[in-house]
Every structure is written in C-alpha cells, then in structure tokens.
T-cell receptor
C-alpha cells in the first residue's frame, strides 16, 4: 500500500449524513480509482479518473460524487448516506504504461 | 459480458501446493491479475499476466492462462501459514485500465 493513503480509516454515519473520503498518492500516477468491497462480491468500481480534471462513472456510481482535485488527490463524496453504502472503500492508482494498480489501505464505513 | 468467477474457499496443508482457479468471460481482456488481501488490509498486487502469455513464474507463484477456455490459475508452491488470505482474480478491460474482480477465494493453511 506504499504511496497511497486514505483518510479516515473508519467512519460511522447516520442515514442522511454526508462525508468525503480522501485519497492521496505520491507515485505520480495518472489514473485514480474508487472501489467498494462488500462481502462475497469482490471489489466494484464506483468512479475513476484517467487524468487530472477528468472523471468517469464505473459500475456502481449512484449515490456518490468524486473530485479529482489535482494529480495527487481524488476524493469520494457521499451526499446523503444510506445503509446500503456500508462497505469498505478502496482507492487505487494506476499508470497506463505499467498496467499495474496499487491499492490504499481502505476506509471502513458504517451507515446506521 | 463482464464476469469473473472463483471458488470461495480452499483449505491446504502447510508445505503442500495450493491451486486457486478463476474463470472470466470477456475475451478482450488485456491483462489478468492476482491480488492478495490479508485480514483488515488493502489489496496487494501479487502478479499479473499479459493475455498473449500462457505461463508466468515468480518464485513460489506460477500463473497459468488458458485463453481458449478463459481460465486462469494461481499455484503457490510450498504453501505457508503466512499465505492464508483472500486471493482475488481480476481482469483488465478496455481503456483507462478498469479492473473487474472476482469475489475472492479464501485460502486457509493448516498444519
């Protein structure tokens, strides 16, 4: 997980509250991704950003927004949290020339 | 369509070889990956193989790819207790390097 940091590590929200998950990298990679991991379902892509200033939807974007603030940072926002968004959220980075993706340590979110 | 399937659980004795299998459906996959996740941790990239290769070996790890059957396997030789984890197979599709993951195989290593 070296080079990719996520904050916070844990968060508990009430239904309807909002919050922003932060991801930062120091590996100078162009692409950044947000995934969610649910039991028995592997990881599913929420949003991705191929480069600074661009973002695109993944498999499960509903209920989320993202911002690629600069090359280093990619944030995920929940405007009105729902219990279905209880999950572990992973940020990943990638570089088109290497085809490798590296993951952050994750944020465990519980919505009650 | 995009779908990656793995068996959910594998139990092996310490010192034996482990073989974790994966099938995928999209023949346009460019790269296929194996990630390892230990409890409470993020995903660690173990190895990956380009779709025009049949085999890749890296120390105790051997990846076999059968493109005709869309079947990928990961063999871990001399399995140790430290190998106990969840192993995810993933395929990379199209532009911007999007990964599609399987549900993961939990490997349990017992004495």
């Amino acid at each position: 997980n070296a080079g990719v940091t996520q904050t916070p590590k844990f968060q508990v929200l009430k239904t309807g509250q909002s919050m922003t998950l932060q991801c930062a990298q120091d590996m100078n990679h162009n692409s950044m991704y947000w995934y969610r991991q649910d039991p028995g379902m592997g990881l599913r892509l929420i949003y991705y950003s191929a480069s600074e200033g661009t973002t695109d939807k993944g498999e499960v974007p509903n209920g989320y927004n993202v911002s690629r603030l600069n090359k280093r940072e990619f944030s995920l926002r929940l405007e009105s949290a729902a219990p279905s968004q209880t999950s572990v959220y992973f940020c990943a980075i990638g570089h088109s020339s290497s085809y490798e993706q590296y993951f952050g340590p994750g944020t465990r979110l519980t919505v009650t | 369509g995009e779908d990656v399937e793995q068996s959910l659980f594998l139990s092996v004795r310490e010192g034996d070889s482990s073989v974790i299998n994966c099938t995928y459906t999209d023949s346009s996959s460019t790269y296929l990956y194996w990630y390892k996740q230990e409890p409470g941790a993020g995903l660690q990239l173990l190895t990956y193989i380009f779709s025009n290769m049949d085999m890749k070996q890296d120390q105790r790890l051997t990846v076999l790819l059968n493109k005709k059957d869309k079947h990928l396997s990961l063999r871990i030789a001399d399995t140790q207790t430290g190998d106990s984890a969840i192993y995810f197979c993933a395929e990379m599709l199209g532009g911007y390097n999007k990964l599609i993951f399987g549900a993961g195989t939990r490997l349990a290593v017992h004495p």
